[in-house]
């Protein structure tokens, strides 16, 4: 599904991915977080602009 790239993952955090992917019934953890990234890419293009979307991030605990 996401070809050569690579991302590093926690294990503490891989082992919710896989428990909630099968609970939701995705077919496998990876589908699972490529759904739950493009969720967060949708709402930062809603923004209107780079203030904007750091508003969303503070608002989602990404950033301070």
Do not use: N, Q, T
């Amino acid at each position: 599904m996401f070809g050569d790239p690579k991302i590093k993952i926690d294990k503490d955090l891989l082992e919710k991915i896989k428990k909630y992917a099968a609970i939701a019934g995705y077919s496998s953890p990876e589908e699972f977080v490529h759904h739950a990234l493009e969720k967060e890419i949708a709402i930062l293009e809603e923004a209107d602009s780079e203030e904007d979307i750091k508003k969303k991030l503070r608002g989602l605990g990404y950033i301070s």
